[in-house]
Nanobody, 115 residues
Framework: QVQLVVSGGGLVQAGGSLRLSCAASGSIVSINTMAWYRQAPGKQRELVAVIMRGGGTNYADSVKGRFTISRDNAKITTDLQMSSLKPEDTAVYYC?????????WGQGTQVTVSS
């Protein structure tokens, strides 16, 4: 079992920055990929950024150049640094950790970007 605790989020003006953090505990040795998803009201959950155990990353086109995902393999944490935020980034953000057998989800954190 893996438990994920998310921190960060909140209200920010357009153009501002926020940092989300996700800390894993439990069977952390089994975690391969960690990622951030988001879900805006009335929309499907979408992948924002993913980081592999080896450090490789991938981003949604909508956040490329503005968001940066990082990972600490010793502490088993992942952060999402969000810059140049836009109102359309408003959503509930979720952290996920993927092992060989399943994906685990943390609680969501609200990010609201005002125009």
């Amino acid at each position: 079992q893996v438990q994920l605790v998310v921190s960060g989020g909140g209200l920010v003006q357009a153009g501002g920055s926020l940092r989300l953090s996700c800390a894993a505990s439990g069977s952390i040795v089994s975690i391969n990929t960690m990622a951030w998803y988001r879900q805006a009201p009335g929309k499907q959950r979408e992948l924002v950024a993913v980081i592999m155990r080896g450090g490789g990353t991938n981003y949604a086109d909508s956040v490329k150049g503005r968001f940066t995902i990082s990972r600490d393999n010793a502490k088993i944490t992942t952060d999402l640094q969000m810059s140049s935020l836009k109102p359309e980034d408003t959503a509930v953000y979720y952290c996920t950790a993927v092992t060989f057998t399943r994906a685990y989800w943390g609680q969501g954190t609200q990010v609201t970007v005002s125009s």
